[in-house]
C-alpha cells in the first residue's frame, strides 16, 4: 500500500473515516480491523483523488450509491469499485498484525516444541482462538524459546502474564472517558492514547529493570 501511495498516513486514513469514506470494524479495544473490502475501497479512494482530482463529496456520492445496493456510472477515467482479490498482506499491513496460525504453523514457524506451546498455553502466556494463534502469540513463543536457552522455563514467567493483565486494566482506565464516546474521532484517539500509555509503560519498565541491572556492574 505504501508502495503504491507513498504520501498516505494514518492521520490521513482517519481523516477519509472521519468524512465517511471508508468505515473499518473496531475491536473491543477500539484498534481498525480492516478486511480486504476495506483495501480495496481506500485504495479506490486514494487513487481517485490521485489521478482524477475529484472532490471528496463526488466520490462519497459514489460510494453511498454503491452501499444502497445501486450501479452508478464510472467515475472519470472509467474506474469502478469493482471487487477484485486483496492478498492477506494489504490488510495485514493496515491492521499491524500477520494472519492467523494454525497451531502446525505456529511450530514450523517459530521453530518451538509442541512441548513448549503446551506450557504456554498452559500458563495463560499465549491463547487459542478457533485454532488459530495471532501474531502476538509467535512472538510470545519466540521470546520464550530464547528465555529457555538460559534456563528461563514457562513457569517461571507467569508473573509476566498477571503484570501484563494489569497494565492493560491501568491503559483501559485511562482511556475509559474517550473510549466512551460513540464518534469515530475520539474511538481513533482513544485507541492512538491507548498505545501511546502502553508505551511509556514499557518503557518505565525497562528502565526500572536496567536501572536494577546496573547495580551489579558497580
Known amino acids: 500500500m505504501t508502495d503504491e501511495f507513498p504520501q498516505i498516513s494514518a492521520s490521513k486514513i482517519r481523516f477519509l473515516e472521519e468524512k465517511g469514506l471508508i468505515s473499518p470494524q473496531r475491536t473491543p479495544a477500539g484498534y481498525r ?6 483495501v480495496e475501497r481506500l485504495r479506490f479512494v486514494l487513487a481517485l483523488q490521485r489521478d482524477q482530482y475529484l472532490p471528496l463529496k463526488v466520490i462519497k456520492d459514489y460510494l453511498d450509491a ?20 486483496v492478498s492477506d498482506p494489504l490488510a495485514a499491513e493496515l491492521n499491524g498484525r500477520g494472519r492467523a496460525l494454525t497451531r502446525g504453523e505456529l511450530l514450523q514457524v517459530s521453530g518451538a516444541s509442541q512441548e513448549l506451546v503446551d506450557d504456554l498455553l498452559a500458563y495463560g502466556l499465549i491463547h487459542e482462538q478457533d485454532t488459530r494463534f495471532d501474531e502476538h502469540a509467535l ?15 514457562p513457569r517461571h514467567l507467569r508473573s509476566f502474564r498477571a503484570a ?17 464516546r460513540r464518534d469515530v474521532a475520539s474511538r481513533a484517539r482513544a ?3 491507548a498505545k501511546e500509555i502502553s508505551d511509556l509503560c514499557l518503557n518505565l519498565h525497562t528502565a526500572l529493570v536496567h536501572g536494577h541491572l546496573s547495580q551489579m556492574e558497580r
Open 139 to 153: 512472538k510470545v513463543v519466540r521470546a520464550c524459546m530464547q528465555l529457555g536457552s538460559h534456563g528461563i522455563e
Open 33 to 38: 480491523k480492516y478486511t480486504g473490502q476495506d
Open 66 to 85: 454503491i452501499d444502497r445496493g445501486e450501479r452508478p456510472e464510472a467515475l472519470p477515467g472509467g474506474m469502478t469499485l469493482a471487487p477484485r482479490m
Open 164 to 180: 501484563a493483565d494489569r497494565e492493560v486494566g491501568l491503559v483501559e482506565r485511562a482511556v475509559a472517558p474517550l473510549a466512551s
Open 191 to 193: 485507541a492512538e492514547t
